[in-house]
C-alpha cells in the first residue's frame, strides 16, 4: 500500500512540476511576517464536500507566503498515506513542507518527496512503546470495554493497541467519558478524539509538540506562527503560548471555538480552507505575500 502511494507520490509531482512550476527569485520578495503556519487538513484545509476541496485562492496565498520564506506544515490525525492520498491530488503544485502525522510523526519535504526525520520519530515511537506496554491490562481493559457496551468498531493499529470508531459524535462523547474515568490514575495516557475517531498517546505528544518541534528546528518563535484546527485533537496546537496567531474555520466543534475566543484567536465565519483563508487575510498576513515583488 504504502509503495503504491509512493509511486502515486511521484508520478503527480513529475507532472505537476513538468505542467506548473513557476519560479520567482526570492530575493525580488518581502519577507513574510508568519514563518510557519500550521494547519490541520480535515475540515481546516480540506473539505470533501467541496469542490474544489482546496480552495484554489488559499494554495496561491500559501504558495506566495513560501516563496516569502515561510513554512508550510500540514498537521493532522491522518497516517502520512491516507493524508498523501487526499493532499497530492489537490494541492496544485503547492507542497508543504513538513507534515505532521497521527498527531505525532514528522516527514519533511526535501523537494521531490517526504522523508521521515528519523529522530523524532524514533523517539515518539519508544516513548509509545513503552508507554502501551506499561498499561496494557489497563488498556485492553478499555478494549473491552468499549466491545462490551457499545456497537463502535474497535481496532488495533501500529499507533495505538485500541482505535476507535464511533458509529456517532454522540457515542463518541460517551465513551470519551467512560475511557477518562477508566484511566483516570494514569496521568501518561491520552484519549486524543478527531470527530468520531479516537486511538491512545502519550499525554506530552501532540500535534502541539510536533509543531513546536519544527519550530524549534527552525528557530521560530510563537510571534511567527500561525496554527490552524477545528477538532479536539488540534487543541494541543492551538496555544498562543507557541503559536501567537490562532484560526479557527466556522465548523469547528464548539470547544475548539471557545477556546480559539479565550486565546484571542480569529473565528472564521466560512468553513474549512474559505475560513482560513479568511482568518489569514484579517490578520493581515497575506499583505506582504500579495506585494508584487516588482512594484
Ligand atoms: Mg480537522
Excluded at 239 to 245: C, I, L, M, S, T
Excluded at 254 to 279: M, T, W
Amino acid at each position: 500500500m504504502s509503495s503504491l502511494v509512493d509511486a502515486l507520490e511521484r508520478v503527480y509531482i513529475k507532472f505537476k512540476r513538468a505542467h506548473f512550476m513557476t519560479k520567482i527569485p526570492q530575493e525580488t520578495m518581502p519577507h513574510s511576517p508568519v514563518r510557519l503556519l500550521c494547519t490541520d487538513f480535515d475540515g481546516t484545509l480540506f473539505d470533501h464536500l467541496s469542490q474544489p476541496c482546496i480552495p484554489k485562492p488559499l494554495l496561491e496565498a500559501i504558495q506566495r507566503l513560501q516563496q516569502r520564506g515561510c513554512l508550510w506544515m500540514v498537521n493532522t490525525g491522518r497516517d502520512k498515506s491516507y493524508l498523501l492520498e487526499s493532499l497530492l491530488p489537490h494541492c496544485a503544485d503547492v507542497y508543504p513542507d513538513y507534515l505532521g502525522t497521527v498527531e505525532r510523526e514528522l516527514f519533511h519535504w526535501n523537494g521531490h518527496k517526504y522523508h521521515q526525520d528519523a529522530e523524532w520519530n524514533r523517539s515518539v515511537q519508544t516513548i509509545h512503546d513503552d508507554l502501551f506496554k506499561t498499561h496494557e491490562t489497563l488498556i485492553t481493559k478499555v478494549g473491552q470495554w468499549i466491545r462490551t457496551n457499545f456497537s463502535a468498531q474497535v481496532y488495533e493499529d501500529p499507533f495505538s493497541p485500541v482505535c476507535l470508531i464511533a458509529s456517532s459524535q454522540e457515542e463518541a462523547e460517551i465513551i470519551h467519558e467512560g475511557v477518562a474515568r477508566i484511566t483516570a490514575e494514569v496521568d501518561q495516557l491520552a484519549w486524543v478524539r478527531n470527530d468520531v475517531y479516537a486511538r491512545f498517546a502519550h499525554v506530552s505528544i501532540h500535534k502541539g509538540s510536533v509543531m513546536r518541534e519544527v519550530a524549534r528546528k527552525h528557530a521560530i518563535g510563537p510571534h511567527a506562527m500561525v496554527a490552524a484546527g477545528d477538532h479536539f485533537n488540534d487543541l494541543p496546537m492551538l496555544d498562543r503560548r507557541y503559536a501567537e496567531h490562532l484560526i479557527v474555520p466556522s465548523n469547528s466543534m464548539p470547544e475548539v471555538i471557545e477556546k480559539a475566543r479565550r486565546e484571542g484567536g480569529y473565528v472564521a465565519n466560512s468553513q474549512a480552507g474559505q475560513g482560513l483563508l479568511e482568518g489569514l487575510t484579517q490578520l493581515g498576513m497575506l499583505e506582504a505575500a500579495m506585494k508584487d515583488p516588482n512594484s
